[in-house]
Antibody, heavy 120, light 107 residues
Framework: EVELLESGGGLIQPGESLRLSCVASGFTFSNYAMHWVRQAPGKGLEWVSVITSSGSSTDYADSVRGRFTVSRDNSQNTLYVQMNGLRAEDTAVYYC?????????????WGHGTQVIVSS | DIQMTQSPSSLSASVGDRVTITCQASQDISKYLNWYQQKAGKPPKLLIYDASNLETGVPSRFSGVGSGTDFTFTISSLQPEDIATYYCQQFDDLPLTFGGGTKVEIK
């Protein structure tokens, strides 16, 4: 059974940094692209970033490009996102999602999310 | 970016009713469209991939059709456990984009 467990969320002040983690199990992590998707309170889903299975390629939504950095450690089955220069509009539940063997694929499995609140 | 326009934004129907949600892409996305269900306080769940393929374990009352720019998601007989928000999502190109969601309630 696929399990994705996010952590690292919390209350943080504008301008500060935070790193989220997502530990994966139940599948061969190194074979799959992985994504971060977020959902602001009461709002819809917004794709944030993707990293290929090897970690050699990444991409980002324009709203976070230059501030967020996605990475992965395939030896630890862990996905990360480093979030710098956080803004109030980054407040959301952040989900990690299992993609496919390629970047353009469905989100087959989702974690339960970690809440990030950016507020002074 | 490919814009996904989903309608209606909410609907109320009776148990047993047929429910239809539409999703329109701003450009041709072939069949590269997925549908997700999100219940309150839970993560989304993949229901339909490649516009019309039912994910394993998903009840057959859920279905999807379409290609190009116009897609339809149907619940053939609404059940109480189907109360949720439904989202379409294109994966033809980055950035991956979602429709605004359709909240389905029981009348």
């Amino acid at each position: 059974e696929v399990e994705l467990l996010e952590s690292g969320g919390g209350l943080i002040q504008p301008g500060e940094s935070l790193r989220l983690s997502c530990v994966a199990s139940g599948f061969t992590f190194s074979n799959y692209a992985m994504h971060w998707v977020r959902q602001a309170p009461g709002k819809g889903l917004e794709w944030v970033s993707v990293i290929t299975s090897s970690g050699s390629s990444t991409d980002y939504a324009d709203s976070v490009r230059g501030r967020f950095t996605v990475s992965r450690d395939n030896s630890q089955n862990t996905l990360y996102v480093q979030m710098n220069g956080l803004r109030a509009e980054d407040t959301a539940v952040y989900y990690c999602a299992k993609g496919g063997p390629v970047i353009l694929y469905q989100f087959e499995d989702w974690g339960h999310g970690t809440q990030v609140i950016v507020s002074s | 970016d490919i814009q996904m326009t989903q309608s209606p934004s909410s609907l109320s129907a009776s148990v047993g009713d047929r429910v239809t949600i539409t999703c329109q892409a701003s450009q041709d996305i072939s069949k590269y469209l997925n549908w997700y269900q999100q219940k309150a306080g839970k993560p989304p769940k993949l229901l339909i991939y490649d516009a019309s393929n039912l994910e394993t374990g998903v009840p057959s009352r859920f279905s999807g059709v379409g290609s190009g720019t116009d897609f339809t998601f149907t619940i053939s007989s609404l059940q109480p456990e189907d109360i949720a928000t439904y989202y379409c999502q294109q994966f033809d190109d980055l950035p991956l984009t979602f429709g605004g969601g359709t909240k389905v309630e029981i009348k």
